[in-house]
């Protein structure tokens, strides 16, 4: 949504707070994994193995990088930073669900139920690096 509301009236403005507000959203999912890994390894929830799960995911996986392959051509083609980092955000997606699949996957075939809140550890690695980096494209191509 910050990418179409950027998109409709292109000026520096938009530009730096939608890449703002996109690292904002990096940070705030980075809070949530930790917490709710955090909570999870705690309690020692242990999921259900689900096979719609997996072939979920798998799917899930799948379109979010073809989603993301195409915001990053559109946003090549077009000369727009926010639409290429909107593009780093839905492959965060992808590797979200990559990590939760993978979770979920060794649990099923394993029985190791704190794989999956561990595997969320991935996505806290890569949504500090995007907020990293959003920001600092916000300051560095809308100044």
């Known amino acids: ?41 705690a309690l020692g929830a242990r999921p259900a193995p689900s096979i719609s799960g997996l072939v979920w995911l798998a799917l899930t996986v799948a ?21 290429i980092t909107e593009a780093r955000v839905t492959f965060v997606d992808a590797y979200l669900a990559a990590a939760v699949l993978a979770g979920v996957g060794f649990n ?20 500090f690096r995007e907020a990293r980096e959003a920001w600092h494209n916000a300051r560095q191509n809308f100044v």
């Open 108 to 127: 099923s075939a394993f029985g190791w139920w704190w794989a999956d809140p561990l595997s969320g550890q991935v996505i806290v690695y890569y949504g």
């Open 1 to 41: 949504m910050i990418a179409v509301w950027q998109l409709k009236g292109i000026h520096e403005h938009r530009g730096r707070t939608a890449q703002r507000c996109i690292a904002g959203a990096f940070v705030a999912l980075v809070i949530y994994v930790l917490a709710q890994s955090a909570y999870s390894l």
């Open 63 to 83: 379109s979010m990088l073809l989603l993301a392959g195409g915001k990053h051509v559109t946003g090549c083609q077009l000369g727009n930073p926010v639409l």
